[in-house]
């Protein structure tokens, strides 16, 4: 999310340095050269036309040839507990010819970014050594006020603005002692990439399950073969899951997702993440904002953690650069308050959302197992309703 934002602001007059914990991103296997499941990231994300603009924007999409990202032009979701079921397609939403979004993996998204940011002169990048200290200082006159910075190398760094992308443990927004509220949901995601009998017709799959949402991402490669899997499961049975084998696993994945894609032929190596939601109480400080998952986490089972740290980004890089046409100076509160008022519903909005629909499909009351079945009948029958559900979540 950081390097997103240094594109954005590249072109304004300003000394930017991007600091990365890691040294360095790989380049990862092209998608041509994937022969088996093994070759793909298990880590991939959804994204939306909105991000797909914004990466374009800043030259990263281009980097991204057809051929290693897969457009999504359907998705299925389904209760796996009654008939009720709600499909999407990009041609029945308007979509002026995008398709629903594009499923690519983390990595790829990653490099694209890094070539791009390694190609400004103006971005003076800093790998491997993580951020450790954090404090603002001199407060006599704002000439004086700047953020001082200091490395797990040792080095020490000064700036007017510090902009924290550094996930969902922000260090640097525990430095700064911003609180956040926490809601464990009580579920881990265990991902993995997956090779399929039947092709995923470029769709995306989602079954809610009583343990938790099951999605299978069509994946580029493989003659449409492969498809990521995010499955969410309920702490006390993602034990089990992890412990089968690689066939028994795949068994209970083609059970589970009721063999949308036929048989599970293979699947590569499985890990798994704890799920929390977070939000974080201030978005800003004088000399300070947070972006991406430094914000906020939500649930994968929409798949948007990633496209509202884009639009972050963007809403932020927005502000600042219309601060300094007006004249003002990188770090006063004011435009960093301005972005926080425009993302906070936004992100308030979507954390519920996904905190309702997870308590919502996990509910074994038949009453409000009827009315969810009832509900996603309704909205699927209802082109309008379920045309502007879709062009949110979205982002268009
Ligand atoms: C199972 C799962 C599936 C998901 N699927 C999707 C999806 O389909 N679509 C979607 O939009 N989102 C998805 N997400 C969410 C998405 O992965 C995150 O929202 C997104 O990666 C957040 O990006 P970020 O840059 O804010 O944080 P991160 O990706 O966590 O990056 C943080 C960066 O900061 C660096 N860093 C950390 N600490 C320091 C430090 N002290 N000093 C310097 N650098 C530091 C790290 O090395 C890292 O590069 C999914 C999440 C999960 C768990």
Not at 336 to 341: I, K, P, V
Request: charged letters at 20%; a negative charge.
């Amino acid at each position: 999310m950081g390097s997103t934002l240094a594109q954005l602001l590249a072109a304004a007059p300003l000394h930017i340095a991007l600091i990365e914990a890691r040294s360095g991103v790989p380049e990862p296997v092209r998608v041509g050269e994937c022969s088996s499941v093994g070759d793909f990231s298990a880590r991939t994300a959804a994204l939306s036309p909105a991000s797909g603009a914004l990466l374009k924007q800043i030259g990263a999409w281009q980097l991204l040839p057809p051929s290693e990202i897969c457009a999504y032009e359907q998705m299925q979701v389904w209760d796996a507990d009654g008939t009720g079921s709600i499909g999407f397609e990009a041609a029945e939403l308007s979509m002026d010819g995008d398709p629903l979004g594009w499923i690519v993996e983390h990595n790829r998204l990653e490099w694209a970014l890094a070539q791009r940011c390694a190609k400004q002169s103006s971005l003076h990048i800093l790998h491997g050594s993580p951020l450790c200290a954090l404090e603002r200082s001199g407060r006599h006159s704002s000439d004086d006020e700047a953020m001082r910075l200091e490395l797990e190398d040792g080095s020490h760094l000064s700036a007017r603005l510090v902009i924290a992308a550094d996930g969902g443990r922000s260090v640097a927004r525990r430095l700064m002692g911003i609180d956040s509220a926490v809601w464990d949901c009580q579920q881990r995601a265990i991902v993995a990439v997956v090779e399929t009998e039947n092709s995923h017709r470029h769709t995306a799959w989602q079954r809610f399950t009583e343990d938790g949402p099951l999605a299978l991402l069509p994946l580029a490669g493989g003659d449409g073969h492969f498809s990521s899997v995010v499955w969410s499961v309920d702490s006390a049975v993602v034990q089990h899951l992890l412990d089968l084998d690689d066939s028994a696993f795949s068994a209970a994945l083609a059970l589970g997702c009721e063999r949308c894609l036929g048989a599970v032929r293979t699947v590569g190596k499985r890990f798994s993440f704890a799920l929390s939601q977070h939000h974080a109480r201030d978005y800003a400080r004088p000399g300070f904002a947070l972006i991406g998952d430094a914000v906020r986490t939500v649930h994968p089972l929409a798949g948007q953690g990633l496209n509202l740290g884009l639009l972050d980004a963007a809403v932020l890089a927005e502000e600042l650069l219309r601060w300094q046409r007006l004249g003002g100076t990188m770090g006063e509160i004011e435009p960093l308050l301005r972005y926080q008022r425009r993302r906070r519903e936004h992100n308030l909005a979507m954390l519920g959302a996904m905190a309702g629909l997870q308590q919502l499909f996990s509910a074994r009351h038949p009453l409000l197992r009827l009315v969810r079945n009832e509900g996603l009948r309704w909205v699927d029958q209802a082109p309008r309703l379920k045309r502007f559900f879709a062009r949110r979540a979205m982002g268009v």
